[in-house]
């Protein structure tokens, strides 16, 4: 028994029952990608834990019903997104090239390689294909041609989109129109508030480190035009799905959209299924890189978080569901991944004889179950913690079985020792070892009935960032203070 996939559309406001637009194809999905002037903060990174958890699911149906091989698009925004998300602002690659005194390309190498390095850290599946958005600026300047004559305006400082030249522009943003008008910035001489710019004419007597020549002059091509011509030029039209953070909902993929019926001349929005993950908060709001003062996942690292946790985190939410991230919330999934980490390993150490396949089972129909209904990961952790717990099964069973949810999941928990769990925090000044010496002196105090030498050694673990947990439940004598 399979159950149908059933996914939540943007576009309609509703859960519809997934089909691939052409199965023998496989499914085609593009995700917005990071914009690299910056380090993504745990919010981005918590829009690709999302893409992963379907990418994952799509490739477990591919499998269960004879589709094609999936195919993953994420761009790499590395030109034209504005310090604000419409047509105000300066280039946030030029801005963060200026603060740091670098080239853009510098600054764009450097935090693509830090975001790739945290995508491998979340044991997220790398896509078929990451696009940068520079390496397809002739493509865009050519879609801008085609699409000009009927849809778009020139105007000093750029050209732009006649949003009054399709229908039903903003569809996608319903509810939240009035919301995104007020994020909209005035231009002079704009048409319509929601128009917006294809191509931004470099300003006068100014010189970018990236510019370009266009039938327009010289200037940089604005950041919607990017994912139409990238999703357009690697899947085709329509293709299955296009993701990204609620944000996106707004203003990018409407206008993406409005780009997208333009050029081909219909009504059609380019993609079949428009999906969006909700945002990570704090106690402050909404996690954003402008904000400043961001999480990032390197930051947990080095504070002895092994980054799987932050992982757990988000998949334990639904992800259309607002998460909240605090040392409490971020603690409690270390705990839950630990706890998971010594079940898997506890079952190892009882297997006897060979290795069991399981290929079927009505544990799997239930995880089916769990990731075909929106991508229900708070429901699928639940069944794989009643599978490891089924006694009816032989441990090797149950490993078997764990690797197919591990399939979904992506916690890696097949591999995860607790001595990876282990992390020690960049700035420790004690390793590993010397806290179980420390420990062990501490016993024999504790043995001596020396009270005192006991929480002193206690009192010095923790100012070097180690709390020491008597009794812990799972057998923990020590964890590193968050
Ligand atoms: P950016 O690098 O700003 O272009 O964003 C990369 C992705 O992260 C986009 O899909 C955004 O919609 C998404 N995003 C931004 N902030 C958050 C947040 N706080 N929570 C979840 N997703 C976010
Ligand atoms: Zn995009």
Not at 137 to 156: G, Q, V, W
Request: glycine letters at 6%; hydrophobic letters at 40%.
């Amino acid at each position: 028994m399979t159950a149908d996939l059933t996914l939540y559309n943007s576009l309609t406001r509703s859960l519809e029952r997934f089909e691939p637009l052409d199965p023998a194809k496989g499914v085609r999905v593009y995700s917005c990608g990071p914009t690299v002037y910056n380090y993504a903060h745990l919010g981005n990174l918590r829009a690709y834990v999302f893409t992963d958890t379907l990418s994952r699911t799509l490739t477990w149906k591919a499998k269960e019903n004879g589709w094609g091989a999936l195919t993953h698009v994420i761009n790499i925004t590395d030109v034209g997104h504005l310090t604000s998300d419409a047509d105000a602002g300066d280039d946030k690659m030029e801005a963060a090239a200026r603060a740091q005194a670098k080239s853009i390309w510098d600054i764009a190498a450097h935090y693509t390689a830090a975001f790739k390095q945290n995508i491998h850290d979340l044991n997220i599946r790398e896509p078929s294909r990451w696009s940068v958005a520079t390496d397809h600026i002739e493509e865009m300047i050519d879609f801008a041609k085609r699409i000009a004559p009927d849809h778009c305006y020139e105007l000093d400082t750029g050209l732009y989109f006649d949003t009054s030249t399709v229908a039903h522009y903003g569809q996608l943003a319903g509810a939240q129109d009035d919301a995104a008008e007020g994020r909209i910035d005035p231009v002079e001489g704009k048409r319509h508030p929601q128009d917006f710019a294809i191509w931004r004419k470099s300003p006068p007597g100014e010189q970018r480190q990236m510019e370009w020549d266009s039938p327009w002059g010289m200037g940089a091509p604005g950041w919607h035009l990017e994912c139409s011509v990238m999703s357009l030029k690697y899947l085709g039209a329509p293709f299955d799905i296009h993701t990204g953070g609620i944000d996106h909902r707004e203003i990018h993929h409407p206008n993406e959209i409005a780009q997208n019926q333009a050029f081909c001349g219909c009504d059609d929005s380019g993609a079949h299924f428009w999906m969006h993950n909700n945002f990570l908060v704090d106690r402050q709001g909404k996690m954003s890189k402008s904000r400043g003062g961001f999480t990032t996942l390197r930051s947990l690292i080095d504070a002895g978080v092994h980054p799987l946790a932050y992982r757990l985190l988000c998949i334990q939410a639904h992800y259309r569901s607002e998460l909240e991230f605090s040392a409490e919330s971020l603690a409690a999934a270390l705990t839950r991944l630990k706890r998971l980490v010594i079940t898997v390993r506890a079952l190892e150490a009882r297997v006897e004889g060979p290795e069991a396949h399981v290929e079927e089972h009505a544990w799997l129909d239930q995880l089916d179950a769990a990731a075909a209904d929106d991508l229900n990961t708070p429901k699928a952790l639940v069944v794989l913690d009643e599978m490891l717990a089924d006694k009816r099964l032989t441990p090797s069973e149950r490993l078997s079985l764990l690797i197919h949810f591990d399939g979904i999941l992506g916690l890696n928990l097949y591999n995860l020792t607790r001595e990876n769990l282990r992390l020690r925090p960049a700035n420790a000044t004690l390793t590993a070892g010397d806290i179980e010496a420390r420990l062990a002196e501490r016993k024999q105090a504790r043995a001596a009935r020396d009270f005192a030498r006991s929480d002193a050694i206690r009192d010095e673990l923790a100012a070097a960032g180690v709390e020491v947990m008597d009794g812990d439940p799972l057998g923990w004598d020590w964890k590193p203070a968050l």
